[in-house]
């Protein structure tokens, strides 16, 4: 079976986008997307997003990490989604979906941009030392735990982030986020990603907890920069952080078709 896909990311970090009415006699399942995901053998992805039709909204997200496992959201993978399908005039440039954690509305701003407003972010445990770090865990559409570290800070991130990730305070796991404040418009994370194993070029998501905990220790702006390895992300909210917008690039790479009887 030819199965047709697009290859896309937001701020580096790459999705296989399968958008599911062009191949309706395929079935996800775990062993399938490790498979579409594997770097040597496959297409090569850090996640798969699964776009569907939705009676109610533009479209429907499933993200899934590239060990199969499902996740309630991606950031960034979203935006690729809705770039896509924008590009295929499946939708207009302001629009609704739906993910796991909930209703979602989006703005293409160019041919390169998006924007789409995140859950509001929510605290999710007092301080909790581990690693003899210091965190919390917050949940903006998923799970992380947030550590600020100093500016000139350089530590081993994968070796403490895998760490954490396992430790006994997380026994279903969590995506670890450290957070340097460059100033009070200005932030730098690096993410250590559970169920992609490794440190990322970005994580949408991850960038709002790490935001919203270091605008409410420090007071920042409610717009602010956050500079990942892949780029920059945009963040903008109000005083109660119940209405949060995340604004990032989305590019798509190419379109093909994979044989997966050869995986």
């Known amino acids: 079976m030819l199965l047709p896909f697009t290859k896309a990311h937001g701020t580096g970090n790459h999705f296989i986008l399968l958008y599911l009415p062009e191949c309706p006699t395929f079935t996800l399942d775990e062993t399938i997307i490790q498979k579409l995901c594997n770097t040597n053998t496959g297409i090569g992805s850090e996640g798969l997003i699964a776009i569907s039709n939705h009676e109610k909204y533009d479209f429907k997200i499933d993200y899934y990490n590239r060990d199969g496992t499902w996740e309630t959201m991606c950031a960034n993978g979203a935006r690729c989604a809705g770039m896509f399908l924008y590009q295929k005039n499946i939708v207009n440039n302001e629009l609704t979906f739906l993910a796991g954690d909930g209703e979602h509305s989006m703005k293409i701003i160019n041919d390169t941009t998006v924007a789409l ?35 000139n800070d350089d530590l081993d991130w994968y070796k403490v982030g895998k760490k954490i990730r396992n430790s006994k305070f997380f026994p279903e796991g969590t995506n670890v986020n450290f957070v340097k404040k460059i100033d009070f418009n200005t932030l730098e994370v690096i993410t250590y990603e559970k169920g992609v194993e490794k440190i990322m070029q970005s994580c949408g998501s991850g960038s709002v907890a790490a935001a919203y905990h270091m605008q409410r220790k420090y007071n920042l702006d409610y717009k602010l920069n956050i500079h990942v390895t892949g780029g920059i992300l945009s963040i903008s909210t109000n005083d109660t952080w119940d209405y949060v917008w995340l604004e990032g690039p989305a590019k798509l790479l190419f379109h093909s078709d994979i044989d997966i009887s050869k995986l």
Do not use: C
């Open 117 to 151: 407003t995140i859950s509001a972010p929510q605290y999710k445990s007092d301080e909790i030392i581990v690693e003899n770090l210091s965190g919390f865990s917050v949940d903006s559409g998923a799970k992380h735990f947030v550590v600020e570290v100093n500016k």
